[in-house]
């Protein structure tokens, strides 16, 4: 059984920059994508970005580019999430994500996700 354990959340204020990262138990996730997903309170958790399991591609949601990016360290065994220019509504559990058959882009849908992580919190006040 694949156990992805996130770390790194935290409070911060606006404007700030956070990386949250992600390592798996196994390094069999170092051969499939894998993806951050976020859910805020009330609201439907959302697809942020994923990562090639190479780390050579990525795909960013649109809204985000500029301000998150993913990477992967497979030395390490180790995905991130760095955020920057911080704002109250990136307000979220972020979620660490990892797909056996999914592509990069297929595993935006969160019903192709095969292991979730227990999830951090990003709390990012004005």
């Known amino acids: 059984q694949v156990q992805l354990v996130e770390s790194g959340g935290g409070a911060v204020q606006a404007g700030g920059s956070l990386r949250v990262s992600c390592a798996p138990s196994?390094?069999?996730?170092?051969?499939?994508?894998m993806a951050w997903f976020r859910q805020a309170p009330g609201r439907e958790r959302e697809f942020v970005a994923s990562?090639?399991?190479?780390?050579?591609?990525?795909n960013v949601v649109d809204s985000l580019k500029g301000r998150f990016s993913i990477s992967r360290d497979n030395t390490k065994n180790t995905i991130h999430l760095d955020i920057n220019s911080l704002k109250p509504e990136d307000t979220a559990v972020y979620y660490c994500?990892?797909?056996?058959?999914?592509?990069?882009?297929?595993?935006?849908?969160?019903?192709?996700?095969?292991?979730w992580g227990q999830g951090t919190q990003v709390t990012v006040s004005s």
């Open positions: 990562i090639s399991w190479s780390g050579t591609i990525t």
């Open positions: 196994t390094s069999a996730v170092s051969i499939v994508p």
């Open positions: 994500a990892a797909s056996r058959d999914a592509t990069i882009w297929a595993i935006a849908n969160k019903a192709l996700v095969d292991h």
